[in-house]
């Protein structure tokens, strides 16, 4: 048997591109109705993973993340991932790189500490990282005369 080469089963895969700047989340750009549904969209996700509970008989709310959170280890794990989908949504808005990091530490303070038994637990339920990120997303937005 000799080598030719060519794999036969490759066909298709002289024209891959790799995932392009649009999966990068490179700015693409937006216009002001489209940037405005984003960061609705970003909203509601925020309130669901968030707020979206109330606990009865007190004015608490805690959210998606708070119940996977209960979870240890692999929960943890789940709740972190959602929020970086909001990470995602931002970068590709084209948010500053210092916003960002910003962001990003929000995101990994809630991480961090909420690995904690019980006391990381309490942390997600009262520092709402999601909620704060959307409003700084917002508030960006705003000063900029975006929204």
């Excluded at 009865?56 to 119940?67: M, Q």
């Excluded at 690995?115 to 937005?141: C, S």
Aim: with cysteine.
């Amino acid at each position: 048997m000799t080598y030719s080469g060519t794999f036969s089963g490759a066909r298709g895969f002289g024209s891959f591109r790799g995932f392009g700047r649009s999966f990068a989340g490179a700015a693409r750009p937006y216009d002001a109705a489209s940037r405005r549904a984003a960061l609705d969209r970003l909203d509601m996700l925020a309130t669901v993973f968030d707020t979206a509970f109330i606990l009865p008989g007190t004015n608490i709310r805690f959210g998606v993340e708070s119940l996977l959170r209960l979870v240890p280890g692999i929960g943890d794990a789940l709740a972190s991932a959602l929020s970086c989908y909001l990470l995602i949504e931002a970068h590709r808005l084209g948010v500053p790189k210092l916003l960002f990091a910003r962001m990003v530490a929000n995101v990994l303070l809630e991480g961090a500490v909420g690995t904690v038994p019980i006391a990381g637990d309490a942390f997600d339920v009262y520092f709402r990282a999601n909620r704060r990120n959307v409003a700084l997303l917002r508030e960006h937005f705003a000063r900029r005369g975006y929204l």
